[in-house]
C-alpha cells in the first residue's frame, strides 16, 4: 500500500510507493531504526536533504514498524536540535576528533541517554554493534565502546545545562545572530533552537466552540495574540481538522496579515501565498483576497488548505515577479521566500545548509519580489513585507533600502499592544520582530520579521 508521509499541516508532501520486500539480514531489535537514523543524518548533514526527504529513501526505512520509525524520527530531531551541546559532551571524552561515521554514532548514544532516557545497554551495545558492521567504521569498536560507556553515564547531566552566552558560536549561522544581536541573545536561540517546538492554530471566527472544546480535551490555551497552542501532536487527529474550524501556523506567522488591519471587503493580495495560512487568515477577515503562487505543487496545497476551512480566495498560479493586474490593491502582503531561520525548531537542518550564499541569494530575489509588490499597491494602500528569517539582510535592511529607493512609502509602525503584539517585539523603527527565544514561559515563537508601509496617497 502507498505510503503518506505529510506536512505539519496534515496534508499530503508526497505518496511513496511501498517499497518490494528487500532482503536484509534479520537485525537484532533497535538496530535497523538507528542504522536508518544514522542513514538519515548523514545525508541531511551533508546539506542533500530535509530529514522528510531523507526518511522516504533511507535505507532500511523499509523494515520500520510504526514504533520503530517515530524512534528513528525523535532521534534524528533530538540530536540535531541538540547537536552543539552533544558536539561539545562528546569532546570531553575523544583526545582527537574521530571520523564523521564514528562521530555520528556516538551522537546518537548521547541523545539517547541524555535526552530520551533509552537504558545504557541498549544504547551503548547497539552503537558498538553498528561500529562493526561496517568495513570503515570497525577499527574504530574499542574507542565507541570506551567513549560511548562514559558519554552514556555522563550524557544527562551534560546535556542539562543552557549554551554559554560565552562559548563560541557552535556554527556560522549564530556567529552571524552574535554580531546581530549579542552574546546572550545568540546563547538563548541556541537553547530555543533545541526545544521541539509546541502546535500552534488558528482558528477560524465561527469556530469559537470548537477552540474552547480543544482548550478542555487537549489542555490548549489561547496566546495573547489569539492562537490557540497545544503540545506536538498529530494535526489531523484534532477535532475540528476535517471540518476546518482551524489551521496550522505558528503563533508569529499569525502576525503579518493582521498587519493590514480591517480588511473587511478590502482587496487584498496574498503574493508567495502557499500553503495559504495568510490567505486563509485573510479570507476569514473579510478580505476578497487575491493569493499569488508561483508553485503549482504548492498552489494544489494552498486550494486543498482553503477548501478544508470553506474559504475562498482568488487563486491565481503565477510568478509574483510578472504578475499584474488592471486594478492595484488595497493591501499587498509579501511573505517573501527566504531562508527560513526563525524556523530552526521546526526544522532543524537549515543551521547546517544555510550560509552567506543562500541570505545573499534569499535577499536578492526579496529586493525584486519587493519593487514588484509595491507597484500593486494603490496610492494611500498598505505593503506588508514579511519574512521568517533571523537574518536583518532579508529584513531590516530589505526595508531601509526599500524606502530609500521608494519615496512614495513611507513606514507605518506597529503600535503597542496592536493585534495582541507585545512591546518586546517591535523595533526602535516601529517594525515586528520575533525571536524564538521569546515568550520562554509558553514555549516560544517563529522568528518573523514583518514592515508595514504605506503608499502616500
Ligand atoms: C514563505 S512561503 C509563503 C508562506 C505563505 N504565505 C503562508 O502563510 O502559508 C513563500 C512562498 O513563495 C513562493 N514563491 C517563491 N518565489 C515566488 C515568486 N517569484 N512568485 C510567487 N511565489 C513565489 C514559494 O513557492 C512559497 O510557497
Redesign the pocket.
Known amino acids: 500500500m502507498a505510503e503518506e508521509i505529510k506536512n505539519p499541516d496534515g496534508s499530503i508532501l508526497r505518496k511513496r510507493a511501498a517499497p518490494p520486500a528487500r532482503a536484509h539480514e534479520p537485525l537484532p531489535p533497535g538496530m535497523a531504526a538507528r542504522l536508518c537514523a544514522l542513514n538519515v543524518l548523514e545525508t541531511v548533514l551533508a546539506g542533500r536533504k530535509t530529514p522528510d526527504e531523507a526518511f522516504a529513501t533511507a535505507r532500511y526505512g523499509d523494515l520500520l514498524e510504526p514504533r520503530d520509525r517515530s524512534f528513528a524520527r525523535a532521534l534524528v530531531f533530538t540530536t540535531l536540535r541538540r547537536k552543539p551541546a552533544i558536539d561539545a559532551a562528546i569532546r570531553k571524552f575523544v583526545a582527537k576528533e574521530p571520523p564523521d561515521d564514528v562521530h555520528r554514532i556516538l551522537m546518537l548514544v548521547a541523545a539517547e541517554r541524555g535526552l530520551l532516557n533509552v537504558p545504557a545497554h541498549a544504547s551503548v551495545t547497539t552503537a558498538v554493534d553498528i561500529t562493526k558492521r561496517n568495513a570503515h567504521t570497525r577499527h574504530f569498536q574499542g574507542l565507541v565502546n570506551a567513549v560511548a560507556r562514559k558519554l552514556s553515564d555522563a550524557a544527562e547531566s551534560l546535556l542539562a545545562g543552557k549554551w554559554s552566552p560565552q562559548a563560541p558560536p557552535p556554527y556560522n549561522l549564530a556567529a552571524r545572530w552574535k554580531k546581530t544581536y549579542g552574546d546572550a541573545v545568540m546563547a538563548a536561540l541556541i537553547d530555543a533552537h533545541g526545544v521541539e517546538p509546541p502546535l500552534d492554530l488558528t482558528f477560524r471566527k465561527d469556530a469559537t466552540a470548537e477552540a474552547q472544546r480543544l482548550i478542555k480535551s487537549h489542555s490548549a490555551f489561547m496566546l495573547p495574540t489569539g492562537s490557540l497552542r497545544l503540545a506536538a501532536t498529530d494535526v489531523t487527529s484534532l477535532p475540528g481538522y476535517a471540518s476546518g474550524a482551524f489551521f496550522v501556523?505558528d503563533a508569529a506567522?499569525a502576525l503579518p496579515a493582521r498587519l493590514l488591519g480591517e480588511v473587511k471587503d478590502k482587496r487584498i493580495a496574498?503574493?508567495?501565498?502557499?500553503?495559504?495560512?495568510?490567505?486563509m487568515e485573510l479570507a476569514d477577515a473579510g478580505a476578497i483576497v487575491t493569493a499569488?503562487?508561483?508553485?503549482p505543487a504548492?498552489m494544489a496545497r494552498l486550494k486543498e488548505n482553503l477548501a478544508r476551512a470553506h474559504l475562498t480566495a482568488t487563486c491565481i498560479t503565477?510568478?509574483?515577479?510578472t504578475f499584474r493586474t488592471a486594478e492595484p490593491f488595497d493591501g499587498v502582503l509579501l511573505?517573501?521566500?527566504?531562508t527560513a531561520t526563525g524556523t530552526i525548531r521546526r526544522h532543524p537542518e537549515i543551521v547546517f545548509q544555510k550560509d552567506a550564499r543562500s541570505i545573499e541569494k534569499a535577499a536578492e530575489?526579496q529586493t525584486a519580489?519587493l519593487d514588484a509588490a509595491a507597484r500593486q499597491v494603490r496610492p494611500g494602500g498598505l505593503l506588508v513585507y514579511a519574512v521568517?528569517s533571523l537574518e536583518p539582510e532579508e529584513g531590516e535592511h530589505q526595508i531601509n533600502a526599500f524606502l530609500a529607493r521608494h519615496r512614495n512609502f513611507s513606514r507605518k509602525p506597529v503600535i503597542k499592544g496592536e493585534a495582541g503584539i507585545e512591546p518586546a517585539f517591535i523595533t526602535r523603527e516601529g517594525d515586528l520582530r520575533t525571536l524564538p527565544c521569546h515568550w520562554p514561559q509558553w514555549g516560544g515563537l517563529d522568528g518573523f520579521y514583518a514592515s508595514r508601509l504605506v503608499r502616500s496617497a
Open positions: 501556523q506567522a496574498d503574493l508567495c501565498a502557499a500553503p495559504g495560512g495568510k490567505t499569488v503562487e508561483k508553485d504548492r503565477d510568478d509574483a515577479l511573505d517573501a521566500p527566504c530575489l519580489l521568517c
